[in-house]
């Protein structure tokens, strides 16, 4: 039985229309994201028949596998529920307030700075990578990551509670190469009330991290 399973996506593959096609959300969806669950799944089968056949030659190999497919993986799982097609405006919760408006004001000085320090980091990826806005545990403060692929240049422990997908399978078919586009125009459909969700469920754990 499989120890991940790719998650059904909360709305139509034209719900977000015209920011994101229907046709790049399905391939997306069930093509990449798809792929990433079983590569997961197949490493994991791998990592399992090498324990019981104490034959380790392959195990750097097999790791980095697991890391890769895993983080892709997890990072789509959010990315999917990250966006809603009557999406945008301010950070707030679905009641018109959030903790998570405050933490940005906190953070990076104003929504604006924190807009532009987010989409910086997601148009600027070298090749293949997210932006991410990351929740870090030891000091309880909200960071933006440039994630490499799906698991480099990360914090440990870093939660990550909204990430902008810059791999070109997410928008060439639509923008082309225009990545800087793209990425002005996911502002439109961010689910911000999830986004708070994550960053209080966060801030929940954050005794979890180290044990005394």
């Known amino acids: ?48 028949e090498a324990r019981e056949k104490d034959a380790w030659g392959s195990i750097n190999g097999l790791e980095k596998n697991l890391a890769f497919h895993l983080s892709g993986h997890i990072l789509h799982s959010i990315y999917w529920r990250n966006m809603t097609g009557d999406g945008g405006g301010a950070p707030l919760d679905k009641d018109g307030t959030g903790e998570l408006a405050d933490a940005i004001a906190e953070h990076f000085g104003g929504f604006a700075r924190f807009k532009a320090q987010l989409s910086k980091a997601a148009a600027t990826t070298q090749g293949s990578g997210w932006g991410v806005l990351a929740f870090e545990p030891l000091s309880g403060r909200l960071i933006v990551e440039q994630v490499y692929d799906h698991q480099g240049n990360v914090g440990q422990g870093s939660v990550p509670l909204l990430v902008f997908d810059a791999w070109e399978h997410a928008f060439y078919l639509q923008y082309r190469n225009q990545k800087v586009d793209f990425v002005e125009a996911m502002w439109r459909v961010v689910n911000w009330p999830d986004v708070n969700a994550r960053y209080l469920a966060a801030k929940s754990k954050v005794g979890g991290l180290l044990v005394p």
């Open 1 to 48: 039985m499989s120890t991940y399973t790719l998650p059904e996506l909360p709305y139509d593959y034209a719900a977000l229309e015209p920011v994101i096609s229907g046709e790049i959300i399905e391939l997306h969806h069930d093509k990449h994201h798809a792929a990433y669950v079983k590569g997961a799944n197949d490493t994991l089968d791998q990592l399992a």
